[in-house]
């Protein structure tokens, strides 16, 4: 059985940095697309980015040069790197890998950013 497990969210100050880590189980993460979203508090879930099988990534335009997403194969994990983060950057940060109809989904991890 897939599952996504995020971690790495905490409270910080804005113009901070957070590593968020996204561990993959019951797949190979290998040639596999992972995606980033997130729920900003009171609002609806947003993309955040992609990474590719390939690793083609794409970022949404407000955390573009400010977010880095990258992936680690060979630990079946993918790293989302928060820079210089933004109080509306604040939200629940979930991973999510789609397989044919199948869509799965960490819990995801908190990030909350301070003014």
């Known amino acids: 059985q897939v599952q996504l497990v995020e971690s790495g969210g905490a409270s910080v100050q804005a113009s901070g940095s957070l590593r968020l880590s996204c561990t993959v189980s019951g797949t190979s993460l290998r040639g596999n697309t992972v995606y980033w979203y997130r729920q900003p508090p009171g609002r609806k879930q947003e993309w955040v980015a992609t990474?590719?099988?390939?690793?083609?990534?794409h970022y949404r335009d407000s955390v573009k040069d400010r977010f880095t997403a990258s992936r680690e194969d060979t630990q079946n994990m993918v790293v989302l790197q928060l820079n210089k983060v933004k109080p509306e950057d604040s939200g629940v940060y979930y991973c999510?890998?789609?397989?044919?109809?199948?869509?799965?989904w960490g819990n995801g991890t908190q990030v909350t950013v301070s003014a």
């Open positions: 990474i590719t099988g390939s690793g083609l990534i």
């Open positions: 999510q890998m789609i397989f044919g109809t199948m869509e799965y």
